[in-house]
């Protein structure tokens, strides 16, 4: 069965230190996508990355990177040099292709960058 | 591109009653999935269309129903309202399944 835990329910970090949000997902099937979605106070989800399970090359964009290790059946994510825009609930996803045509969602993180 | 579009942003029901809600993909979309996030469940998924088929169904009762129109609009609707059903409706779109879901601001239904 698929299943995406984001153990950290709250983190609070003051600003410009390194956050990481854990993601760890559990899936039978060898072929999935993982998904990074950030929702701001607004409500809106915003995407952030997509991950297929062939491609375990970490990645990094500005100041976001995000370590995917199937060994582990992690998908960890991590700010460099807060911001308090980033402030915000971030969901870690999990699809499995061709099945079920749905996307489940952790229960999500709330960073709180502190000034 | 216009992002997805939800309508209306807010709405007031009370118990009893029914509410539809309308998303507009983005232009090109052809798959639009719907979700209710509520502060005790999260994020859950309702159903999906593609090509005015529903293609998948999450575990909701019956009182909650969608449609896609030929335009990939699509449209959901609650029946018989209940106290727990308010939550923030949220829809998103892709080109196809399982890409890149992008969504909407939402609609807060508050049901008292």
């Known amino acids: 069965a698929q299943k995406v835990t984001q153990a950290q329910t709250e983190i609070s970090v003051v600003e410009k230190e390194d956050v990481t949000l854990d993601c760890v997902y559990e899936?039978?099937?060898?072929?999935?996508?993982l998904f990074w979605y950030k929702q701001p106070p607004s409500g809106e989800l915003v995407f952030l990355i997509r991950?297929?399970?062939?491609?375990?090359q970490n990645e990094i964009s500005g100041r976001y990177s995000w370590n995917f290790q199937k060994s582990t059946s992690s998908f960890n994510f991590t700010i460099t040099a807060s911001q308090v825009v980033d402030s915000a609930v971030y969901f870690c996803a999990l699809s499995e292709a061709g099945r079920d045509d749905k996307i489940i969602f952790g229960k999500g993180t709330r960073l709180h960058i502190l000034p | 591109k216009a992002g997805v579009t939800q309508t209306p942003r807010y709405l007031i029901k009370t118990r009893g009653q029914q509410v539809t809600l309308s998303c507009s993909p983005i232009?090109?979309?052809?798959?639009v999935s719907w979700y209710q996030q509520t502060p005790g469940q999260g994020l859950q998924f309702l159903f999906e269309y593609f090509s005015e088929t529903q293609r998948n169904k999450g575990n909701f009762p019956g009182r909650f129903s969608g449609r896609q129109f030929s335009n990939s609009r699509s449209e959901m609707n609650v029946s018989t309202l209940e106290l727990g059903d308010s939550a923030l409706y949220l829809c998103a779109s892709s080109l196809e399944f399982p890409e890149t879901q992008y969504f909407g601001p939402g609609t807060r239904l508050l049901v008292l």
């Open positions: 232009s090109g979309h052809r798959s």
């Open positions: 991950r297929n399970s062939f491609d375990e």
């Open positions: 899936t039978r099937d060898t072929t999935y996508y």
